[in-house]
C-alpha cells in the first residue's frame, strides 16, 4: 500500500490534518510545540483508493534538543520510504526561515511533495501567502484542517498521484539494484540471470561507470535490475568520473525496491561492505545479501554465512545467497529470495 507521509516545523497542523484526513481523532492535538513525537499511522480511503497516512513529529533541523534531534532523524527515515509527502506549513505565520530549512531537507524527492498550506479559512486568506511559491516546489493547496476547507481538493491529488504511481510500479515491477565495492561481480551476475552479456565486464575494478536499468522478466514477475558502479571507501575516490558514479549508486538504492549487497567471498567483509550494509539499513530498503565468488571462498558456507551474519547483526533479516556468477550458481536461488522480501 502506497505510503503518504505529512511533515513539517512544530505546531503548523499536521497532526490536526491528519485526523481531518483519515477522518477520527488519532493523533493529539493541541497547541503545544512538539505534541507528536512518535509518528503515527492511519488508512485513508478515497476515490475508490487505500493509501497510509503517517503523521511525524514537527522537524527542528541542527537542533540540540535530544528529543528533536531523534524526531527529525525518525521523519528522515520515514521520508526516504515515502511514495508522497505533504509537506505542511501555516498560513497564518507565513514562510518561516524554519521552513526554508525543511525546504531544502525535502528537495531532493521535490516529484512526490505537495505544499499544505493549513489555517486557511477563507479564499481571501490565499493571496497573503504568495511566500509559499517561493519554497521551490509545484503543488500548493490551501486547506483548514480544522474546518475542512480544501481537504476533498488535496485528496484527490493524492489518489490521482497514487493511481499514477501503482501504474508505475506494475509496469516496472520489483526495481532490484546491486550494489558492493568494485570488482565484487555486480555486472557478472546481471549477465547471470539475463543469460547474456548486456553488462560491460571487466577484471578491471571501476568498469561500470553509470547506473544502468534493465527491464527482465521471471516466473511472471517483473523486475528493473539496476547494475550500478562499485563504492570505494570515500578517500580513494577521486573528483570526476568515478565521483559522480558513486553518487548515482546512491540513488540507485533510494529509488530500489530490494537492495543485493554483493560481498566478495574471496576477501570477506570489508569496512566499506558494513558502510554499505548501513546505508542500506537507514534507507528502510528491502535487502538480499549475496556471497559472490564462493568458488574461491576458502571457507565452508556455513563458516562463511556466521561470519556475515557476525560482521552485519543489523541486517539479521536479509536473506543470505551464496552465488558463483561466473558460473551461473545461485541466480534462480537469488530471485526466489528477492521476491520473498
Not at 8 to 17: C, D, I, Q
Not at 275 to 283: K, N, S, T, V
Request: aromatic share 8%.
Amino acid at each position: 500500500m502506497s505510503k503518504v507521509v505529512i511533515v513539517g516545523r512544530p505546531n503548523v497542523g499536521k497532526s490536526a490534518l491528519f485526523n481531518r484526513l483519515i477522518g477520527g481523532r488519532k493523533a493529539i492535538v493541541e497547541d503545544t510545540p512538539g505534541i507528536t513525537r512518535d509518528y503515527i499511522e492511519g488508512v485513508v480511503s478515497w476515490g475508490g483508493k487505500e493509501f497510509v497516512l503517517i503523521d511525524t513529529g514537527g522537524i527542528v533541523p541542527d537542533t540540540e534538543d535530544e528529543i528533536l534531534r531523534k524526531i527529525k532523524d525518525t521523519v528522515e527515515k520515514v521520508i526516504h520510504g515515502a511514495n508522497l509527502i505533504l509537506f505542511v506549513v501555516s498560513g497564518k505565520e507565513g514562510v518561516t526561515p524554519l521552513d526554508r530549512e525543511i525546504a531544502r531537507l525535502l528537495y531532493p524527492y521535490k516529484e512526490k511533495v505537495l505544499v499544505v498550506v493549513n489555517k486557511v479559512d477563507v479564499s481571501e486568506e490565499e493571496s497573503l501567502c504568495g511566500e509559499c511559491y517561493t519554497l521551490g516546489f509545484d503543488r500548493i493547496f490551501f486547506v483548514s484542517a480544522i474546518h475542512g476547507r480544501g481537504v476533498g481538493e488535496l485528496l484527490d491529488e493524492v489518489a490521482g498521484m497514487i493511481e499514477g504511481l501503482v501504474q508505475k510500479g506494475s509496469e516496472e515491477g520489483i526495481k532490484l539494484s546491486f550494489v558492493g565495492r568494485p570488482n565484487t561481480g555486480k555486472s557478472s551476475l546481471i549477465n547471470a540471470i539475463l543469460r547474456e552479456e548486456r553488462v560491460l565486464v571487466s577484471p578491471k575494478a571501476g568498469t561500470t561507470r553509470d547506473a544502468v536499468e534493465i527491464p527482465f522478466c521471471w516466473e511472471g514477475k517483473n523486475f528493473t535490475l539496476i547494475d550500478t558502479a562499485g563504492v570505494r571507501k570515500p578517500s580513494r575516490v577521486k573528483y570526476g568520473v568515478e565521483f559522480f558514479s558513486v553518487g548515482r549508486t546512491l540513488e540507485a538504492i533510494e529509488r530500489s525496491d530490494v537492495v543485493c549487497l554483493v560481498i566478495d567471498g574471496s576477501e570477506g567483509v570489508s569496512r566499506q561492505d558494513k558502510r554499505l550494509a548501513g546505508l542500506i539499513y537507514r534507507r528502510y530498503k528491502g535487502c538480499v545479501i549475496v556471497i559472490n565468488k564462493m568458488d574461491l571462498c576458502a571457507l565452508s558456507r556455513k563458516e562463511a554465512e556466521r561470519i556475515v551474519r557476525r560482521e552485519l547483526f543489523f541486517l539479521e533479516f536479509a536473506p543470505l545467497v551464496f552465488t558463483v556468477a561466473s558460473a551461473g550458481e545461485g541466480v534462480q536461488e537469488l530471485l526466489g529470495s528477492v521476491s520473498s522480501v
